[in-house]
């Protein structure tokens, strides 16, 4: 399948990719055609997908078999109005419609909003109302019903709400009942332009409200380099990429690129993280390829490995922040396996990687992917020199690759902010080496100024984790108390359970943030230890999972009030 989209498909090391990757782009493509229906007839028996629950269940799935529900599942939308340029959203978890329902969207055009079930009913009311979305598609469970039920009459544009199961209720549509009665699609003369829009993201909104992402067709293609070249994925391999189907990562990791290069998905469908269930299922269905974002990693690191055969295992990826070295580095005494990191956003596909011909430096996101034109651009609008600071930057003046987003939906100001003068300004903050490797400072608006230096968080957070007791941990800025250095690092910490005894008492507490202190001085510049800590039981997050900066800045603000 890979030939479809590329010129070469095999290279023999980073120069070789570098200088001759080059993909190629159908005039109507439509990724439910052009590669499931496609492997559904050239290897309609090849398995595509293991599915298990956390309540034992197990379902596999050949290409065959997707073929023949996402037909169904399209008969049903067509029946009920949906049609080419809808808005649907999808609340789906990891349940397997997940997967027939994006598949059905693309084969009659209409435009898929994959959405976390985290959702309030005043997000799904934003989300509605900003897209004009016609149709919501999710799971029969509490209080994802009450949210949509609660947000549906102030979305004017809203005309189906679509139950899966188990529950129905009224006023809403039954899924499996609808996709039973209808015919099963035909494409007939359907065609739809590469350049169509198929997918719209909201963001996670780590800093500000979600902003509307809208994808076109080709970025499925843009992420082979992904699937390809970043997991190293073959027809043999059986995949699991941990994530909810409402986060960007899912797309990333569980769907386009990975069946694009034929390999097999594992999905665990569960409603609780245990380390200890994810280690078991690596051992019972002989996973080869794993993928998660650092926080897994971080508990992961705290099993005893010696209790699983995990020698099914090959290759190992991380994504969505970077990674802190100390685990890296434990994951690696503990597996023999590096960790291959990588970086991209909402906006685009991978952008940046470590590939199979290069060697993982711990905290460094890679090299450019070669379908990219990366750069790091200073404040001053130059390109970086090696070790100097700047935004990370696609140019697309040449060309615009595949796999970046069209605009920012009904946003025009906000997509010439990002992207003008043939310049994609990603905000987030980097640095290069003197072997081109990329090192992440931080997002741009969270570089703390303190005494005259500039401090990236993550390097001190890096710092931080190293310690035993430190579980997670989020760096920010706050007004120094004595006035003397505008403001000083805080650390927001949450501590292993063993180590909560350390915090007990004002005395015990005071010596524990000492001996932290300490330790980040021996790590780091001493200049960069964070002079104020706070111990936490959870740490605020966005529905993608990622640690939200700006809330603890904007609750310390608060305090300061």
Same mark, same amino acid.
């Given at each position: 399948?890979?030939?479809?989209?590329?010129?070469k498909?095999?290279?023999?090391?980073?120069?070789?990719?570098?200088? +001759?990757?080059?993909?190629?782009?159908?005039?109507?493509?439509?990724?439910?055609?052009?590669v499931m229906?496609a492997w559904a007839?050239?290897?309609?028996?090849?398995l595509?997908?293991?599915?298990?629950?956390d309540?034992?269940?197990?379902?596999?799935?050949?290409?065959?078999d997707?073929?023949?529900?996402?037909?169904?599942?399209?008969?049903?939308?067509?029946?009920?109005?949906?049609?080419?340029?809808?808005? #649907?959203?999808?609340?789906?978890?990891?349940?397997?419609?997940?997967w027939t329902?994006?598949?059905?969207l693309?084969?009659?055009g209409?435009?898929?909003?994959?959405?976390?079930?985290?959702?309030?009913?005043?997000?799904?009311e934003?989300?509605?109302?900003?897209?004009?979305?016609?149709?919501?598609?999710?799971?029969?469970?509490?209080?994802?019903?009450?949210?949509?039920?609660?947000a549906?009459?102030?979305?004017?544009f809203?005309e189906?709400?679509?139950?899966?199961?188990?529950?129905?209720?009224e006023?809403?549509?039954d899924?499996?009942?609808?996709?039973?009665?209808?015919?099963?699609?035909?494409r007939?003369?359907?065609?739809n332009?590469?350049t169509?829009?198929?997918?719209?993201?909201?963001?996670?909104?780590?800093?500000?409200e979600?902003?509307?992402?809208?994808? +076109?067709?080709?970025?499925?293609?843009?992420?082979?380099?992904?699937? $390809?070249?970043?997991? +190293?994925?073959t027809p043999e391999?059986?995949?699991?990429?941990?994530?909810?189907?409402?986060?960007? =990562?899912?797309v990333?990791?569980?769907?386009?690129?990975?069946? &694009?290069?034929?390999?097999c998905?594992?999905? @665990?469908?569960h409603? /609780?993280?245990v380390?200890?269930?994810?280690?078991?299922?690596?051992?019972?269905? *002989?996973?080869?390829?794993?993928?998660?974002?650092?926080?897994?990693?971080?508990?992961?690191? *705290?099993?005893?490995?010696n209790k699983?055969?995990?020698s099914?295992?090959?290759?190992?990826?991380?994504?969505?922040? $970077?990674?802190?070295?100390t #685990?890296?580095?434990?994951f690696?005494?503990?597996t023999?396996?590096?960790?291959?990191e990588a970086?991209?956003?909402?906006?685009t596909?991978?952008?940046?990687?470590?590939?199979?011909?290069m060697?993982?430096?711990?905290?460094?996101?890679g090299?450019?992917n070669p379908a990219y034109?990366?750069?790091?651009?200073?404040?001053d609008?130059?390109s $970086?020199?090696?070790?100097?600071?700047?935004? &990370?930057?696609i140019?697309t003046?040449?060309k615009?690759?595949?796999g970046?987003?069209?605009?920012?939906?009904? +946003?025009?100001?906000?997509t010439?902010?990002?992207w003008?003068?043939?310049v994609?300004y990603?905000?987030?903050?980097?640095?290069?080496?003197?072997?081109?490797?990329?090192w992440?400072?931080?997002?741009n608006?969270?570089?703390?100024?303190?005494s005259? @230096?500039?401090?990236?968080?993550f390097e001190?957070?890096? $710092?931080?984790?190293?310690?035993?007791?430190?579980?997670?941990?989020?760096?920010?800025?706050?007004?120094?108390?004595?006035?003397?250095?505008?403001?000083?690092?805080?650390?927001?910490?949450?501590?292993? /359970?063993e180590f909560r005894?350390?915090?007990?008492?004002?005395?015990?507490?005071?010596?524990?943030v000492?001996e932290?202190?300490n330790h980040?001085? =021996?790590?780091?510049?001493p200049?960069?230890?964070?002079?104020?800590?706070?111990f936490?039981?959870?740490?605020?997050?966005?529905i993608?999972g990622?640690i939200?900066?700006?809330?603890?800045r904007?609750?310390?603000?608060?305090?300061?009030d």
């Amino acid at each position: 399948m890979l030939e479809k989209f590329l010129t070469k498909t095999h290279f023999a090391s980073m120069e070789d990719f570098r200088e +001759n990757l080059e993909l190629k782009i159908p005039d109507h493509f439509n990724f439910a055609y052009d590669v499931m229906d496609a492997w559904a007839e050239t290897d309609p028996d090849k398995l595509a997908m293991i599915w298990v629950n956390d309540k034992g269940q197990e379902r596999k799935l050949t290409f065959r078999d997707f073929k023949v529900e996402s037909d169904k599942v399209a008969g049903y939308l067509d029946s009920i109005g949906i049609g080419k340029g809808d808005m #649907v959203m999808l609340i789906l978890k990891r349940r397997l419609e997940f997967w027939t329902v994006m598949l059905a969207l693309h084969k009659i055009g209409a435009i898929a909003i994959p959405a976390t079930f985290l959702l309030t009913s005043k997000d799904i009311e934003y989300r509605c109302k900003s897209a004009e979305i016609k149709a919501i598609i999710c799971c029969g469970d509490e209080p994802i019903l009450s949210n949509v039920t609660k947000a549906e009459p102030k979305c004017p544009f809203l005309e189906k709400m679509i139950s899966i199961g188990p529950s129905v209720p009224e006023g809403w549509e039954d899924f499996h009942a609808g996709v039973a009665a209808a015919k099963p699609w035909e494409r007939g003369d359907f065609i739809n332009e590469s350049t169509d829009p198929f997918m719209l993201y909201f963001t996670s909104g780590t800093s500000d409200e979600p902003k509307m992402v809208l994808h +076109n067709h080709t970025y499925a293609i843009g992420h082979i380099v992904t699937a $390809a070249y970043w997991h +190293n994925l073959t027809p043999e391999s059986l995949h699991l990429t941990y994530s909810d189907s409402g986060w960007g =990562k899912a797309v990333w990791g569980k769907l386009y690129g990975q069946w &694009i290069a034929g390999a097999c998905l594992f999905v @665990y469908d569960h409603e /609780k993280f245990v380390p200890t269930d994810l280690l078991k299922l690596i051992e019972k269905y *002989r996973i080869t390829s794993f993928c998660a974002p650092p926080t897994i990693y971080r508990f992961l690191i *705290r099993e005893d490995f010696n209790k699983y055969d995990l020698s099914s295992l090959k290759w190992c990826t991380t994504a969505g922040e $970077a990674l802190n070295p100390t #685990v890296f580095e434990i994951f690696h005494e503990k597996t023999g396996i590096w960790i291959y990191e990588a970086f991209g956003q909402t906006e685009t596909t991978l952008t940046l990687g470590t590939f199979p011909w290069m060697k993982p430096r711990p905290g460094s996101m890679g090299v450019p992917n070669p379908a990219y034109d990366i750069d790091i651009i200073t404040a001053d609008g130059r390109s $970086a020199e090696v070790g100097e600071e700047g935004i &990370i930057a696609i140019r697309t003046d040449k060309k615009t690759p595949l796999g970046l987003f069209m605009c920012y939906y009904r +946003n025009p100001k906000l997509t010439r902010k990002s992207w003008h003068d043939g310049v994609y300004y990603t905000g987030d903050v980097a640095y290069r080496d003197s072997d081109g490797y990329f090192w992440f400072l931080g997002r741009n608006d969270d570089i703390i100024k303190t005494s005259g @230096y500039r401090v990236s968080p993550f390097e001190v957070e890096s $710092a931080i984790m190293t310690h035993p007791s430190v579980v997670e941990c989020a760096v920010t800025g706050v007004p120094d108390p004595e006035g003397l250095r505008g403001f000083v690092i805080k650390a927001t910490i949450v501590i292993a /359970k063993e180590f909560r005894s350390h915090i007990a008492t004002p005395e015990s507490t005071e010596k524990f943030v000492k001996e932290i202190q300490n330790h980040v001085k =021996k790590i780091t510049a001493p200049y960069k230890y964070p002079r104020v800590i706070e111990f936490v039981e959870t740490m605020p997050k966005t529905i993608s999972g990622k640690i939200r900066h700006v809330e603890i800045r904007e609750r310390d603000a608060r305090k300061e009030d």
